[in-house]
């Protein structure tokens, strides 16, 4: 087959006009995706896994609701011991976000169950009152995998709890292993999954990386 003007077709029209097709048998199944997608409410979002980047992806979250005009409310579960980036930017927003450091640290540095079983349930206090208000259109629970992990809160509550929330209220949760109720209970869900990282080879802990 010929072009228009007689010529062979060379490889790279070729190509193109492979990718073209390709690309169009692609839009009609994203578009058919998008048109049966109607459904409007309030999403369950996890960020699990050991990799890096749950907490960075639910703070993005936030913003992102807020570049939207929506409010947005903060807990953080586990993490306190020092402030964060995320926590300095947002805390100039408060009209907009709410932001409740709840957390004293790491487990491995409070070394007191007890402790810090009472911080969860008081954090977690907190969270059902951003959960109660329909004005939030957003809510961070940070790092509530791990308290959840370490039966500091009981699962079933905690889920009856988020799904009692108003019916337009989104929720992002952050930590290491989300437990499966939890899961179940979600509408999406990302698995973070380590390839490298910094910290193995002897680089610390850095403000606009990790803090």
């Given at each position: 087959m010929t072009d228009p003007d007689g010529t062979l077709p060379s490889a790279d029209s070729e190509r193109d006009a492979r990718h073209k097709a390709r690309m169009a048998r692609k839009k009609e199944v994203v578009d058919a995706k998008i048109a049966a997608a109607q459904d409007e409410r309030g999403v369950?979002?996890?960020?699990?896994?050991?990799?890096?980047?749950?907490s960075s992806s639910g703070f993005g979250m936030v913003i992102r609701a807020l570049g939207h005009g929506m409010r947005a409310g903060v807990v953080q579960f586990i993490k306190g011991a020092f402030p964060s980036g995320e926590e300095m930017f947002l805390r100039r927003f408060p009209e907009q976000c709410a932001f409740h450091v709840m957390g004293e640290g790491y487990t491995w540095e409070t070394q007191d169950?007890?402790?810090?079983?009472?911080?969860?349930?008081?954090a977690w206090e907190v969270a059902c009152g951003l959960l109660r208000d329909p004005a939030v259109g957003l809510v961070l629970l940070d790092e509530l995998n791990i308290a959840l992990k370490l039966h500091y809160l009981d699962v079933d509550k905690v889920v009856a709890d988020l799904r009692a929330r108003p019916p337009m209220q989104h929720v992002v949760i952050t930590g290491r292993g989300a437990p499966p109720a939890l899961i179940e209970a979600a509408d999406t869900?990302?698995?973070?999954?380590?390839?490298?990282?910094?910290?193995?080879?002897?680089?610390?802990?850095q403000r606009g990386v990790e803090m």
């Open positions: 369950i979002v996890i960020t699990t896994g050991n990799g890096k980047g749950k169950r007890a402790r810090d079983v009472a911080k969860a349930e008081a869900v990302t698995e973070m999954t380590p390839v490298k990282h910094a910290f193995q080879q002897g680089i610390k802990a």
